[in-house]
């Protein structure tokens, strides 16, 4: 159920409506949009009694929502989501593209720093890099954990760059929603619900990616997980999925992106290296998903991708992702987007995450 407030609609008003929703035992889901604010309703197990909410003041009307996924559809909010960074002028979703670069993992604080350098150089506004890895092997590199988060944060201070790293498991989650911007749920776990719904208490973007083998509507459902539990900064990422193709690691499914534009207002995201597991096919892919219409791009570089302790076979090196970011941001043109070229910090922000 979806409550349209009217576009005149108080501050005060929209609370009343909310708190004549939890006190109805379910839960009230504020949306601000550009003309309205939407109101969806969760937690009822069949239907809610629409009468009195349609006679609340600041109610223009009462809407049943037919899809399964509510807060994540078009139907509860028309425009794009944009998430941004307080103090930053970083964005992600509309009509600036977000551009995420660095390592697999997070290697040393050398290695971190040596790249870091040279993709916010090449312009990207956000960092990647893996202090928790999900291997398919338990003796391959699992990751320095709380140690890379601090090499991050140490990057994010010297370079202003956003940090996006992954959460696998409850007690990352903890630490990476501490330390990071972004906080990433992995393909192998976009269906590990207790973690979703974790994610979705914390206050910070979670960058969710599609399931090896997810549809569409379980990816969307995915992504009402987190926000049914309150956190609305949730933007979606095609990785690839398994085919029988064996020309590539994965099969970079990019008719998803229209599809999800077309259900979501939440931005979607591609990432080109783990959709093909192959250096030669990041830059194509990473054209064509722009050229799609993706919100931005997540990509592995490395300055030694041959020494890489993980996925060094599709990371490509910093003068590659220069490349990349001057035809991405080419091709964005044509669509009437662009690719900002790197973050702007603002003083005080400066200050305070210096502190
Ligand atoms: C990653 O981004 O390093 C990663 C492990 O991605 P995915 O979950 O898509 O495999
Ligand atoms: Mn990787």
Same mark, same amino acid.
């Given at each position: ?36 604010? %939407? ?5 009822? &197990?069949?239907?809610? /009694?629409?009468? !009195? ?70 312009? =990207? ?65 976009? &269906? ?29 459902? %995915? ?7 309150? !956190? ?17 690691? !994965? ?36 054209? =064509? ?16 991708? /041959?020494?890489?302790?993980? /996925? ?44």
């Amino acid at each position: 159920m979806l409550v349209v407030m009217k576009a005149q609609a108080t501050p005060e008003e929209i609370k009343a409506v909310c708190e004549h929703i939890e006190g109805l035992g379910y839960r009230a889901h504020p949306l601000p949009g550009a003309q309205r604010t %939407a109101i969806g309703i969760t937690g009822n &197990q069949g239907e809610v /009694d629409r009468g !009195n909410i349609e006679e609340l003041a600041g109610v223009a009307e009462v809407i049943r929502v037919s899809k399964p996924y509510k807060l994540v559809s078009r139907d509860v909010k028309d425009e794009d989501t944009v998430i941004r960074f307080a103090g930053t002028d970083a964005t992600i979703g509309g009509a600036k593209l977000a551009m995420i670069a660095g390592p697999c993992s997070i290697e040393s604080r050398e290695q971190a720093f040596t790249i870091a350098e040279q993709v916010a150089a090449a312009g =990207a506004q956000f960092f990647r890099g893996g202090a928790y890895k999900p291997r398919t092997s338990p003796y391959a590199f699992q990751g320095l954990g709380e140690e890379a988060l601090k090499i991050m944060a140490e990057v994010r201070e010297r370079f202003g760059l956003r940090i996006v790293t992954e959460a696998i498991d409850h007690e990352a989650l903890e630490l990476v929603a501490e330390y990071a911007d972004v906080i990433q749920i992995g393909a192998r776990n976009m &269906q590990n619900f207790s973690l979703l719904k974790a994610a979705g208490r914390k206050r910070k973007p979670v960058l969710l990616k599609r399931g090896l083998a997810a549809t569409l509507e379980e990816f969307l459902m %995915a992504a009402e997980y987190i926000m049914s539990e309150g !956190n609305y900064e949730v933007i979606l990422c095609e990785r690839g999925v398994r085919t029988f193709a064996d020309h590539t690691r !994965n099969t970079l499914d990019l008719s998803i992106v229209p599809a999800v534009q077309r259900e979501s207002h939440l931005p979607i995201l591609v990432d080109p290296s783990h959709g093909t597991g192959k250096r030669n096919k990041v830059l194509p892919l990473a054209r =064509a998903a722009v050229a799609v219409g993706a919100d931005g791009l997540i990509v592995e570089v490395h300055h030694q991708p /041959d020494k890489a302790l993980s /996925d060094g076979m599709q990371s490509i090196v910093p003068e590659q992702f220069v490349q990349l970011m001057d035809e991405c941001s080419q091709i964005a043109t044509v669509l009437h987007r662009s690719v900002p070229r790197g973050i702007h910090v603002s003083e005080s922000a400066a200050a305070v995450s210096a502190r």
